[in-house]
């Protein structure tokens, strides 16, 4: 089997690349590192099956040879990342994508989209099912990642109904694990490196904003289930079980063992007060559970980040 996986040296996409070459994959990895790093995938380098090409699939590409699967995966995926990137975001959403799905329909290869939980926005439903359309703001500044993914998922849509590209759409919720970046600028990022580093750790409003959070490997079961049943329709991938913001300062400042205070910062403009998935559709077209307990993973996560930070 021969992949194109873009975003392929980001936090997910480097996960996905090395389960896949596991797997006995051949894949192609395209990154322009806007936002990936090359240390996320060095390990892969000298993997004959493996093939790093630096591109913005903003811009078309060919690649010589059959591919079995296009799985898109690019784009900035955190706040500070897309509101640093606004443009960037919403051309990697609707002309990557564009790119990426012409490439798919080609090559009659199968497509995957990485889409997000951000196209619920601030949901008015808890949990989300994939039938919720969504409370966004188009025009408000997360609005560029919001409907960039949106688009994708229309325009993915769009394509399977009219040129029968063969398309899955993961919808994928609170991911969090190794490889994640330092300034990546999501809760669990920041938390664990102000934690470690005796830091104020800052919640965001009053921290009773609820997140869901799956752990990685969690998460690269889920694709990879759903690589592997023959569904169209947008599926939800993540963790149900939600929990405050403030509880999550409080755990990870006890399993790091930290004496950092707790702060309070005003809450971002259209920030979700609740996010949970709900993943019905994926335990039943999938088999998908994700089993990791929070702790367990966050203190994985937590023995990275000191590597990371110098301090193991």
């Not at 936002?35 to 995938?41: L, V």
């Not at 784009?75 to 002309?95: F, H, M, R």
């Not at 910062?265 to 089993?291: M, N, Q, S, V, W």
Request: charged residues 25%.
């Amino acid at each position: 089997m021969r992949v194109v996986l873009t975003g392929g040296a980001g936090f997910i996409g480097s996960h996905l690349a090395e389960f896949l070459l596991k797997k006995d994959f051949e894949v192609i990895c395209i990154d322009n590192f806007i936002t990936g790093r090359k240390e996320n995938i060095k390990h892969l380098l000298d993997n004959k099956k493996f093939t790093l090409i630096e591109h913005d699939v903003t811009k078309p590409i060919y690649i010589d040879g059959d591919i079995d699967w296009v799985l898109h995966f690019a784009s900035p995926a955190s706040p500070v990342d897309y509101l640093n990137y606004p443009i960037q975001t919403l051309k990697v959403g609707a002309l990557g994508t564009h790119n990426m799905l012409g490439l798919a329909k080609a090559k009659k290869s199968k497509f995957m989209l990485a889409s997000t939980s951000e196209v619920y926005g601030d949901p008015l439903v808890n949990p989300q099912p994939e039938t919720y359309w969504g409370n966004v703001n188009p025009i408000g500044p997360r609005g560029v990642y919001d409907e960039a993914k949106r688009f994708a998922e229309a325009i993915t849509m769009a394509y399977h109904r009219v040129h029968n590209v063969d398309t899955r759409i993961a919808r994928i919720f609170n991911t969090y694990g190794e490889r994640m970046r330092m300034d990546d600028g999501r809760v669990i990022p920041n938390f664990i490196t102000q934690a470690l580093k005796g830091e104020p750790i800052t919640v965001y409003g009053d921290g009773t904003q609820t997140r869901s959070f799956c752990y990685i490997q969690d998460l690269i079961d889920g694709i990879w289930r759903l690589m592997n049943v023959n569904y169209n329709e947008p599926v939800n991938l993540g963790n149900p079980n939600e929990m405050p913001v403030i509880g999550l300062a409080h755990t990870i400042k006890k399993l790091t063992k930290s004496k950092s205070e707790i702060v309070f910062k005003p809450l971002p403009t259209d920030d979700p007060k609740r996010r949970r998935p709900d993943i019905r559709i994926a335990r039943e077209k999938l088999g998908f559970e994700p089993h990791t307990p929070l702790e367990d993973g966050l203190m994985r996560t937590i023995d990275y980040f000191r590597c990371e930070l110098g301090l193991k």
